[in-house]
């Protein structure tokens, strides 16, 4: 069956390759859309640039959750379940495309999809920002084209009628979910049960930093999400000293201090990480800072340098028996 039709938006035409079943289905904010996709080039070819079908994973968006390519939700909400169609769409409603696939393969290849801007230098991210990572992406994000996207309607499922994990919520439920995801990270820490815990404070970080990229660095919304990150990234931090990850400790607590220099739980908390792992001159610096920012800090702060001066004897000790034993 091909039946070609406008959809009443301008640049965007449907061509009906099968008519699915039912009514179409009623798309109000907060539903849950699966589908599969194809995205072609239109050349003589239509070279596939994407096909979830071969990466063997649907495509699930929320409508009305500010999705990358909105396009997307206008050409779901003229089609039945079951049905296949093929839209072509012109560059008004392609132009970040790019951005979307690089996302969309990175989930498939198991990597984080934003991972890239983390923890690296400015140059790095300059590279990153003109350069997606793929060949075809960085041409086509070169020169804008129109684009093929042939979707299949899986399913359909309304806000009732699903658990809404974070990423489908819009920003108010987010900053709703923080507290109570902290609460429940706080009562798995105390349990003893530290990867719980972990992930409900990532999961919650994860909230406020979608939230805060909405905002303007260093205004006062953009510092009050700010502080309220570093506070469950420091509980998180907790949590990675009793599962042993120090040098992950190390790395965020670094983050901070390099962003927020008088945080002294920052600096407490990568101090007992660097005594875990034998940085004794960079241990009893933390530890000293510690006690200018908080004296009140003395009591725990000397136990820890006893704990360091103990580690260090240990250590030592050891060296000396593995180099003994070599001469």
Same mark, same amino acid.
């Given at each position: 069956?091909?039946?070609?039709?406008?959809?009443?938006?301008?640049?965007?035409?449907?061509?009906?390759?099968?008519?699915?079943?039912?009514?179409?289905?009623?798309?109000?904010?907060?539903?849950?859309?699966?589908?599969?996709?194809?995205?072609?080039?239109?050349?003589?070819?239509?070279?596939?640039?994407?096909?979830?079908?071969?990466?063997?994973?649907?495509?699930?968006?929320?409508?009305?959750?500010?999705?990358?390519?909105?396009?997307?939700?206008?050409?779901?909400?003229?089609?039945?379940?079951?049905?296949?169609?093929?839209?072509?769409?012109?560059?008004?409603?392609?132009?970040?495309?790019?951005?979307?696939?690089?996302?969309?393969?990175?989930?498939?290849?198991?990597?984080?999809?934003?991972?890239?801007?983390?923890?690296?230098?400015?140059?790095?991210?300059?590279?990153?920002?003109?350069?997606?990572?793929?060949?075809?992406?960085?041409?086509?994000?070169?020169?804008?084209?129109?684009?093929?996207?042939?979707?299949?309607?899986?399913?359909?499922?309304?806000?009732?009628?699903?658990?809404?994990?974070?990423?489908?919520?819009?920003?108010?439920?987010?900053m709703k979910a923080?507290?109570?995801?902290?609460?429940?990270?706080?009562?798995?820490?105390?349990?003893?049960?530290?990867?719980?815990?972990?992930?409900?404070?990532?999961?919650?970080?994860?909230?406020?930093?979608?939230?805060?990229?909405?905002?303007?660095?260093?205004?006062?919304?953009?510092?009050?999400?700010?502080? %309220?990150?570093?506070?469950? =990234?420091?509980?998180?931090?907790?949590?990675?000293? +009793?599962? *042993? !990850?120090?040098? $992950?400790?190390?790395?965020?607590?670094?983050?901070?201090?390099?962003?927020?220099?008088?945080?002294?739980?920052?600096?407490?908390l990568r101090g007992?990480?660097?005594?875990?792992?034998?940085?004794?001159?960079?241990?009893?610096?933390?530890?000293e800072r510690v006690?200018?920012?908080?004296?009140? %800090?003395?009591?725990?702060? =000397?136990?820890?340098?006893?704990?360091?001066?103990? +580690?260090? *004897? !240990?250590?030592? $000790?050891?060296?000396?028996?593995?180099?003994?034993?070599?001469?």
């Amino acid at each position: 069956m091909e039946d070609t039709m406008m959809l009443g938006v301008e640049g965007i035409k449907k061509t009906i390759l099968y008519g699915g079943n039912g009514e179409i289905p009623k798309l109000i904010t907060g539903t849950k859309v699966t589908f599969h996709f194809r995205t072609m080039l239109c050349d003589d070819e239509r070279t596939v640039i994407d096909d979830s079908k071969k990466v063997g994973m649907p495509m699930e968006i929320v409508m009305g959750n500010m999705f990358k390519l909105d396009v997307w939700e206008t050409l779901l909400a003229s089609m039945r379940l079951q049905e296949v169609a093929e839209f072509w769409c012109d560059i008004t409603h392609t132009g970040v495309y790019p951005l979307l696939a690089k996302s969309l393969r990175r989930i498939a290849e198991g990597k984080d999809p934003v991972d890239w801007q983390i923890h690296t230098c400015g140059m790095a991210n300059m590279f990153a920002y003109n350069s997606l990572g793929y060949d075809d992406l960085d041409e086509l994000q070169k020169e804008p084209k129109p684009l093929y996207f042939v979707l299949e309607l899986l399913k359909v499922q309304q806000p009732s009628e699903y658990n809404r994990e974070t990423w489908a919520l819009n920003d108010k439920e987010r900053m709703k979910a923080v507290p109570l995801l902290h609460g429940q990270g706080n009562k798995f820490y105390k349990q003893g049960r530290y990867e719980e815990a972990v992930n409900k404070y990532k999961e919650a970080i994860v909230c406020i930093k979608n939230v805060q990229t909405k905002e303007k660095a260093w205004d006062a919304p953009w510092m009050k999400l700010e502080k %309220m990150a570093n506070t469950l =990234t420091l509980n998180y931090c907790q949590c990675l000293l +009793r599962t *042993e !990850e120090y040098y $992950e400790v190390i790395e965020h607590t670094s983050d901070i201090i390099n962003q927020h220099p008088g945080v002294m739980k920052a600096f407490y908390l990568r101090g007992k990480a660097h005594i875990e792992v034998w940085n004794e001159a960079e241990a009893r610096a933390d530890l000293e800072r510690v006690l200018d920012l908080e004296p009140g %800090m003395k009591k725990a702060v =000397t136990k820890d340098l006893g704990v360091l001066s103990m +580690r260090m *004897e !240990e250590k030592n $000790e050891e060296d000396r028996k593995k180099y003994k034993g070599m001469f």
